[in-house]
T-cell receptor, first 115, second 114 residues
């Protein structure tokens, strides 16, 4: 069975500092991995995804993530945090079933950006 | 713009009073999902439709039902809401499981049960 672990339910950074949100996965087959962002009282917005090919994936808003099979990790980074990045971030792994693809989410990381 | 739309954004219902939440999509996607998200938790999949085929999660209570009358619309019916059903309900779509794996989410409906 697939699962996702996000280390750190709350992360706080200063504006302009590096953002690093950690995600480790468990999967019996090659995984498809995603990062979603959720602002208060909003749905989830896709930041980036890894399916196959290049292991360094660039997404929206300056975020990127690197798939490391040996470490079973898919950490999300951004070189310089902005106040508008404050939100909740979910890592997810996709599995294919007979009835469609299903996402299994991590428990989320709340990012706080301070002046 | 193609999108996933949920109505209403906020819904208040009374304990035990049936309520229906609505989702529509202009993406023409084959798969539609309903998630329940309680405060400070990850979204939890309730069920999904692949075209007309309904797929229920094993731990989804019988109190929750769904209908998909056509490709564009999907409804979530809660037959007898309890206080524990207060949550954000998220609708999502995906094109098909072969060519696309990401899901596109609507803005959610926040359900309050009084």
């Amino acid at each position: 069975a697939q699962s996702v672990t996000q280390l750190g339910s709350h992360v706080s950074v200063s504006e302009g500092a590096l953002v690093l949100l950690r995600c480790n996965y468990s999967s019996s087959v090659p995984p498809y991995l995603f990062w979603y962002v959720q602002y208060p009282n909003q749905g989830l917005q896709l930041l980036l995804k890894y399916t196959t090919g290049a292991t360094l994936v660039k997404g929206i808003n300056g975020f990127e993530a690197e798939f490391k099979k040996s470490e079973t990790s898919f950490h999300l980074t951004k070189p310089s945090a902005h106040m508008s990045d404050a939100a909740e971030y979910f890592c997810a792994v996709s599995i294919l079933t007979g009835g469609g693809n299903k996402l299994t989410f991590g428990t989320g990381t709340q990012l706080k950006v301070e002046l | 713009d193609a999108m996933v739309i949920q109505n209403p954004r906020y819904q208040v219902t009374q304990f035990g009073k049936p309520v229906t939440l609505s989702c529509s999509q202009t993406l023409n996607h084959n798969v539609m999902y309903w998630y329940q998200q309680k405060s400070s938790q990850a979204p939890k999949l309730l069920f999904h439709y692949y075209d007309k085929d309904f797929n229920n999660e094993a731990d989804t209570p019988d109190n929750f039902q769904s209908r998909r009358p056509n490709t564009s619309f999907c409804f979530l019916d809660i037959r007898s809401p309890g206080l524990g059903d207060a949550a954000m309900y998220l609708c999502a779509t995906s094109r098909d499981p072969i060519s696309s794996y990401e899901q596109y989410f609507g803005p959610g409906t926040r359900l309050t049960v009084t």
